[in-house]
């Protein structure tokens, strides 16, 4: 899958949710491998944010990235919208210290991407693929996320809030193309007992009831709900009824949870990679939202490269039997089993090394290990089947070593070890030559790296 882009900038309006200011954000498209970045073009230099983990500064109501003292706070729905249509690229321009809260959701930013369109890129994308139960527990708020194995991104959000009004619920996005219908509508959502101290510490003063769901689920005096009416800037009102206090219906009995739902997609996001993993939250905050994402960032920062995704129960693309009409090596130097993924691009070979391989009687004898020059020759083999797979009689031609660069090897390689080879292009071919880069992997690990170029000749 190719990185994608805006089609076109886009551009909305309205008031800061926390400001009050009146604000316009553009959404531009960005070159390959940008990710997603803010530009504050009020503040003098135009300073950029990186849309990621570790540049976040405050989750207080929200999502707040900072950098050198420059911040842009409540980026969560706007991102989340981006995430969920496969956007990898953007750059954000505002002129204000938040994005505008416009309805409270994510549609407004849904219905503008769908307007202008997405372009594909020359870059694949890079997916953090979770091979591993992920777990992170905050002991203070009672809260958690986990995160499991799966073959695409997918959120389950259980929120608890003890309210006669709000009580317990459940929200789970199976697929993000479900994300405009299920999850990109439903508003951000406020206590009527929260806001007089939110507003005290300086927030949520562009609040209203076309940008928020308001609960009422404990009785105050009317003389209290006059003067939160007065902080707020609204009409006075008489409640009479626990329950919601906005003039417009809940879209979904749900819609906070939700809302939630979103937030975490928004949060989760700043990983600064596509994910495939199936998140579980439970109780979840922009706080430890945060919390679970600089956990993932930190492995992702900390991953050069993942080993391919590997199930022996699955069929191979191209078996031994295909190889060898690929190939003309054969024993004892015929050195990959089968080929697990190809494309243009790319492919994913297999090695099961046993102790019967020829090598071992000499290398060595009392502690046998597969040469470091086999390892490159069997990514070379790999390599020769991603570039002949294509032509149209491959076995009248063969691949040669021209130059071999930057080999290393970080781990032996022994009997019982399962060897993954990835190879892929590091630039077009040209000339009947390729530039390839290879990696072998035991496990997580890599066991030995090298780039080499062959030559694509036609045999004799």
């Given at each position: 899958m190719k990185q994608l882009t805006l089609q076109a900038p886009f551009t909305l309006s309205g008031k800061g949710l926390h400001s009050g200011m009146e604000i316009t954000a553009t959404f531009n498209p960005a070159p390959d491998n940008?990710?997603?970045?803010?530009?504050?073009?009020?503040?003098?230099?135009?300073?950029e944010i990186e849309a990621l983990a570790e540049n976040v500064v405050d989750t207080t109501r929200g999502t707040v990235l900072g950098k050198n003292g420059v911040k842009v706070s409540t980026v969560e729905h706007a991102i989340a919208a981006l995430y969920a249509a496969g956007?990898?690229?953007?750059?954000?321009?505002?002129?204000?210290?938040?994005?505008?809260?416009?309805?409270?959701?994510?549609?407004?930013?849904?219905e503008k991407i769908d307007e202008v369109g997405v372009v594909e890129q020359k870059e694949d994308k890079d997916f953090y693929i979770i091979k591993e139960k992920m777990r992170f527990k905050d002991d203070q708020s009672g809260s958690v996320v986990t995160i499991y194995p799966d073959d695409h991104f997918s959120v389950e959000v259980m929120v608890e809030y003890n309210s006669k009004?709000?009580?317990?619920?459940?929200?789970?996005?199976?697929?993000?193309?479900?994300?405009?219908?299920?999850?990109?509508?439903?508003?951000?959502?406020?206590?009527?007992?929260?806001?007089?101290?939110?507003?005290?510490?300086?927030?949520?003063?562009?609040?209203?009831?076309?940008?928020?769901?308001?609960?009422?689920?404990?009785?105050?005096?009317?003389?209290?709900?006059?003067?939160?009416?007065?902080?707020?800037?609204?009409?006075?009102?008489?409640?009479?009824?626990?329950?919601?206090?906005?003039?417009?219906?809940?879209?979904?009995?749900?819609?906070?949870?939700?809302?939630?739902?979103?937030?975490?997609?928004?949060?989760?996001?700043?990983?600064?990679?596509?994910?495939?993993?199936?998140?579980?939250?439970?109780?979840?905050?922009?706080?430890?939202?945060?919390?679970?994402?600089?956990?993932?960032?930190?492995?992702?920062?900390?991953?050069?490269?993942?080993?391919?995704?590997y199930n022996p129960n699955i069929e191979p693309v191209i078996d031994v039997n295909g190889i060898r009409k690929l190939l003309p090596?054969?024993?004892?130097?015929?050195?990959?089993?089968?080929?697990?993924?190809?494309?243009?691009?790319?492919?994913?070979?297999?090695?099961?090394?046993?102790?019967?391989?020829?090598?071992?009687?000499?290398?060595?004898?009392q502690e046998p290990v597969m040469p470091g020059v086999l390892q490159v020759e069997a990514m070379a083999q790999a390599a020769g089947v991603l570039v002949l797979n294509y032509l149209e009689d491959p076995e009248k031609y063969s691949t040669y070593f021209l130059k071999i660069d930057n080999v290393k090897f970080r781990q032996k390689v022994v009997p019982g070890n399962t060897l993954l080879m990835n190879v892929s292009l590091m630039t077009e071919i040209r000339r009947g030559c390729a530039v390839v880069k290879g990696y072998a992997f035991v496990g997580e690990r890599i066991v030995c790296e090298a780039e080499f170029m062959a030559q694509i000749i036609k045999n004799k």
């Open positions: 940008h990710g997603y970045r803010f530009r504050r073009i009020d503040v003098e230099g135009c300073p956007i990898d690229n953007c750059l954000i321009e505002v002129n204000g210290p938040e994005l505008p809260i416009l309805d409270g959701s994510a549609i407004q930013y849904v009004v709000l009580p317990n619920q459940f929200a789970m996005l199976d697929d993000l193309s479900e994300f405009s219908q299920e999850v990109a509508s439903a508003r951000t959502f406020v206590f009527v007992r929260e806001i007089e101290a939110l507003l005290q510490h300086g927030l949520i003063k562009g609040g209203d009831l076309d940008n928020a769901i308001v609960i009422y689920d404990e009785q105050v005096s009317q003389e209290s709900i006059d003067h939160i009416c007065d902080l707020v800037g609204v009409d006075h009102m008489s409640l009479d009824r626990l329950g919601y206090i906005n003039p417009t219906p809940l879209k979904w009995d749900n819609e906070p949870a939700r809302h939630k739902l979103m937030d975490v997609i928004g949060d989760i996001a700043l990983i600064g990679r596509p994910l495939k993993g199936r998140v579980v939250a439970v109780r979840p905050g922009h706080t430890v939202n945060n919390k679970f994402t600089r956990m993932i960032r930190k492995e992702v920062r900390h991953t050069e490269i993942q080993s391919p995704y090596h054969r024993y004892p130097f015929l050195l990959i089993d089968k080929v697990i993924e190809i494309d243009r691009k790319h492919c994913v070979a297999v090695k099961n090394v046993t102790v019967n391989e020829p090598f071992f009687q000499g290398h060595f004898p």
